[in-house]
């Protein structure tokens, strides 16, 4: 339950402090529409294994937040060298979503889970991770951005 609350009042201030609403919003499934392109476009940067590729996905503020097995990066500055320093050790990256679900907050905010499946070689070691993704997209300017990732796996033992 306390999860629960943390992850909606998460939800809720990245998206600009709105709560969500009980009826489904105009343009509802436009913004589900657009929210899964834009997740394909992160699959698809991640796969590019470039930074370049995947940076204008995200917000570049201070209130961005991403946290990779347990360890927050808050703002951009800090996520962005954390998606550095894993793509500069990879020379090849895979990412498959399953059960992807996007549900619409509003016109300009959604929530996207998914599972995950990303393999990072560096030519030499292959590391495979299978979690669960939950992305938050805020809409800015026309684009979908990323404002909060989180991604875990179990560890293997």
């Known amino acids: 339950m306390r ?4 992850a909606a009042c998460a939800l809720v201030a990245a998206c600009g402090g709105r709560a969500q609403k009980e009826t489904t919003p105009a343009g509802a499934d436009d913004a589900v529409a657009a929210a899964q ?3 394909e476009s992160w699959r698809q940067a991640w796969e590019a294994d ?3 590729a995947i940076a204008p996905l995200y917000a570049h ?4 937040v991403l946290v990779a097995q347990g360890v927050p990066y808050s703002g951009w500055d800090a ?3 954390h998606l550095k320093e894993m793509l500069g050790h990879a020379r090849e990256v895979h990412v498959k979503l399953r059960d992807v679900t ?3 907050v509003d016109e300009d905010c959604a929530v996207v889970v998914a599972q ?8 030499v070691v292959t590391t495979s991770e299978r979690g669960v993704l939950t992305l938050v997209l805020h809409k ?7 404002v909060s990732e989180h991604y875990s796996y179990p560890h293997s033992s």
């Open 3 to 6: 999860n629960a609350i943390l």
């Open 37 to 39: 392109r834009a997740v």
């Open 50 to 52: 470039s930074f370049d």
């Open 61 to 64: 503020d201070a209130k961005m």
């Open 79 to 81: 996520a962005s060298a």
């Open 102 to 104: 996007v549900d619409s």
């Open 116 to 123: 995950m499946d990303r393999d990072l070689s560096d030519g």
């Open 140 to 146: 800015d300017g026309g684009q979908w951005l990323v």
